[in-house]
């Protein structure tokens, strides 16, 4: 299996039908211990792909290039800025091809992971976002059913992290209260990815 | 809270055209992102320049602050989201006047990642930055990890300081180190009666009782320390004070400036009443009070509560609070 | 809507008490009533005295328009309930310094017998006084009537122009004259969003659904013209500038300030969103637009919602509104 | 008959007792047209003379006259101003005296009306307490039982101007709106004519 153009314009179609539904849920889960922004983040990042997915390029690089772009200027939110800094890296590392082969996606998703660590300073095992990406990097190399892996990457993550404490962002200032409940970057992530495997 | 607005996404593009339209004298709009605002006319040549930005909804944080004596540029978000780094880019070329310009904003997340971002843009350009993060907040970390607290209300003593310090004639070293001694003298803590409505999210940022209130809570609606029964005014200015001096210990001699601040929907009256508090309990411990604040300097949209701000000075901090600044909100001198 | 407060009766006087301290260079208590503000200095000698008062709960009005280029004193009431007629007496005395005083206030029942009654007792004392009443709100009477209307944020205006009138040196006649002009040239409307609770009260001034709103209300919760559903801000400033303009047409080379005024919990940022509004219809209409106010200038504690008020200017208006004013909560100049 | 400083302290009580029952009442039909504080006026006023009253002269000119001034003290509204000056008007006519002969009542009351309209502008007729004093006035001399016909007068008066538009104060402003709702002031009239008269 490869994904192209059209892989990434359907994926895009579903995260972003995915992130309406799933705005008051990532609200409010932001908003236990944070701003409750992330739904607002989400679909407002979405939208703005969604607007310009038309004009996406073949070029798969170019093409989350541009996505990376349009998510940022749509918000600075933490997870919006690192989300588009993770597209950034695998944009780099793919530009020019059409197409990226599935046995690649690990290794582009750990490059994502690396230099969202850089931007936003935290440690891998911090319950963020970044180890939602870990655990799907480290699943996916081993896996034969890519899909079926990364949806149970990102669950087991969550579920890995649940009853420890929050390290990073708004939510590490109420550590012990973070405990049980689920970090809201994981939990987008763990939407977004849903929806990108779904077919 | 009900809200009069247009369609929740251009809240943000509509005021800042009709801020600009209201004060031509003091703000223009810088580039073409709609989102970077300016002093309508620049600061001398030479000048160091100070940038900020954040979220919409704190008005007269942040883009309020631009004017002499103050802040050159504001890189602004939509309500309670941090701007791009492409428009935080934007807002420090706009501040640059040759001699280097200091990123003064508060301590969130978002912000730190994309003016960082920002200044790797800007570096290609060979302007030099400088970053001070406003991180206030007492009740968002205990002593021990201060640098993780969240920027709130101190960052108009700290834009404020910085401003007189550029307006000086500083380099950025001097003004940078103005503003850091600004941002490490200043203590707040916020108590919280009522929420506010974030445009897009189309309801209140927390739900508390009619009852209730929270003392801690954050400009965001970020939880506080506690939740509990509404108390009395005095009770309410006595805890905060508490908290603020068990952080900084003020003592006979010692000169500060304190902020009584409403988030938004409380009145200047109930500020006043607070204020008889705070004034007893600084003149009690024998420190003197210099340019007491008692006002809305950084609110949350239609928030009930308020919040404290002590700003402790030394002779220099004293100079530079007392120079004058003028934008349109606020004036000294 | 919550509020911070001690015990409701002591609300207005513990308000006063930290409004004198927070302020001290601006204001003084006067007199042993504990209840009438008088400038930090009093004004020149040989001045024609200007005093004001009326409920509290509207702050900057009345008392805080006291400063130079403005008011002399100030008699306070309770919360939205007028002063007594000691009290007026005091603060027309705190005025006087011997050119006589003009009495400057809205037009309510209760501040007109008592102001009316502080006249007689001081003419035993050789004050000669002179009456201008503010009677700007057009939802309050038809222009047949427009003389019972009520005063509203108009008074902003009066209290500027009969300020810088007096500071010149101008007679008890001549500065009753500015006032009279300034007060005939006003025309307000208010829309109210949400009540305000007065602390002695301890309910709401009156019930509004959540998706509700009233056009004309008054400062107090006086029924307003209708009362339907929120409407987006551009319909809303529409409609209020039709009402304004049809009270009050402006042409082509007319000068005019207008005041979009928060009456409380409404943000900054939506009035800015109204002012885009306003701006556009007065120049459409060829009219130009002078020294717009944008914030609050006339509130109901937390009551949210807004007022505009149209002030229209010939030279000699135009001048003394430009003029210098100083106090805790406007400066011009 | 005869009224004594004894009656008038006996009256306070019983009035003010009335304030507080009916604050909220009076409030409400203030807060229809109007301000919504005339609950507030009345019960502040009466608590600033019951905190006076035991100081209050044998002498019932001078016992009026500082229950007008405590009243006032206590507020400027309209209605407490005008009661004020009505008190006056009577305090005048009585000063030196030390009782009241149940014979003068009317005169006073009418006295009392005159003054209130002096000072208010407002015609009679207009709906407002003074036409309560004015039915008062006019029922007292013919009347055997005082207490009775001051009772049934302010009731009358209510039920006479009920349909009529407000002309005077702040209802004036929605006079059709008015048609049909009683006067805040005369039902404060009632309220106080009914808790003075009791025994
Ligand atoms: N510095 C960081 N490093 C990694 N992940 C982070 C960091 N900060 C925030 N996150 C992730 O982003 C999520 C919050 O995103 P968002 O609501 O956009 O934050 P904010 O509103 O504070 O800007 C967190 O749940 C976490 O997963
Ligand atoms: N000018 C007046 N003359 C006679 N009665 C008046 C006048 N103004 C008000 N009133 C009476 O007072 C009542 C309202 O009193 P109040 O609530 O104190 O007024 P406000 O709150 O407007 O000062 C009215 O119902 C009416 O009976
Ligand atoms: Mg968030
Ligand atoms: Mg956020
Ligand atoms: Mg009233
Ligand atoms: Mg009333």
Redesign the interface.
């Known amino acids: 299996m490869t994904l192209t153009r059209d892989t990434l314009l359907a994926a895009i179609d579903r995260i972003a039908q995915a992130m309406e539904r799933d705005f008051e849920m990532l ?1 409010a889960a932001d ?1 236990a ?5 992330l ?3 989400m679909t ?1 990042g979405m939208r703005a792909i969604t607007e310009m997915k038309d004009d996406l390029p073949a070029d798969i690089g170019m093409a989350l290039f541009q996505c990376a772009q349009a998510f ?2 749509s ?8 989300l588009a ?1 993770g597209l950034m890296s695998a944009a780099k590392a793919l530009r020019g091809q059409e197409n990226i082969a599935s046995s690649d996606l690990a290794g582009l998703i750990a490059g994502a992971r690396d230099k969202m660590q850089d ?2 300073k935290a440690e891998l095992g911090g319950k963020t976002v970044l180890d939602s990406l870990d655990f799907l990097a480290k699943a996916l190399p081993g896996a034969d059913d890519k899909a079926a892996a990364a949806a149970q990457a990102v669950d087991n993550a969550l579920e890995e992290f649940r009853d420890r404490p929050a390290t ?3 939510a ?3 550590a012990e ?1 973070s405990v049980g409940l689920d970090d809201p970057g994981m939990l987008a992530m763990q939407s977004v990815v849903k929806a990108a495997v779904q077919s | 809270m009900k809200k009069i607005l247009n369609k929740t996404d251009a809240y943000v593009d509509e005021m800042l055209e009709g801020f600009v339209a209201a004060h031509p004298e003091y703000y223009r709009l810088h580039g073409d992102s709609g989102k970077v605002i300016a002093r309508a006319e620049a600061g001398k040549q030479g000048k160091v320049g100070i940038v900020t930005g954040g979220g919409s909804g704190h008005l007269p944080v942040f883009t309020g602050y631009v004017g002499t004596g103050l802040l050159d540029a504001c890189a602004i978000g939509d309500v309670f989201a941090s701007p791009s780094a492409e428009q935080m880019a934007d807002a420090i070329r706009a501040a640059d006047s040759g001699a280097g310009v200091l990123r003064l904003y508060g301590n969130y997340g978002g912000d730190v990642m994309n003016f960082d971002m920002a200044g790797e843009l800007v570096e290609f350009e060979d302007i030099t930055c400088s970053t001070v993060l406003l991180a206030d907040d007492v009740a968002s970390a205990p002593p021990e990890e201060h640098e993780k607290r969240r920027g709130v209300a101190g960052m108009v003593y700290a834009f404020k300081i910085a401003g007189a310090a550029a307006e000086e004639g500083r380099d950025l070293d001097g003004v940078t180190a103005a503003a850091q001694k600004a941002a490490d003298a200043c203590r707040s803590i916020g108590a919280a009666l009522s929420p506010c409505t974030v445009p897009q999210a189309g309801k209140p940022t927390f739900e508390i009782a009619e009852d209730e209130m929270e003392m801690g809570m954050g400009i965001h609606g970020e939880p506080g320390v506690w939740r509990g029964k509404l108390r009395q005014a005095d009770e309410i200015a006595g805890e905060m004070m508490d908290r603020l001096l068990d952080d900084m210990p003020l003592t006979k001699g010692d000169r500060v400036s304190v902020m009584v601040n409403s988030l938004g929907a409380t009145p200047p009256e109930e500020l006043y009443i607070l204020y008889r508090i705070v004034k007893a309990r600084l003149e009690g411990l024998g420190a003197s009070i210099v340019m007491p604040l008692v006002g809305r300097y950084a609110t949350s949209m239609e928030m009930a509560g308020v919040s404290f701000t002590l700003c402790k000075l030394d002779e220099e901090l004293e100079t530079l609070l007392q120079a004058p600044c003028d934008c349109a909100f606020w004036r000294v001198g």
Chains 1, 4 share one sequence.
């Open positions: 609200n908003g211990l944070g701003d409750g922004d739904g607002v983040t407002r940022t200027k918000s600075g939110s933490s997870y919006g800025t690192l800094t931007r936003g990073v962002g708004r590490r200032i109420f209260k």
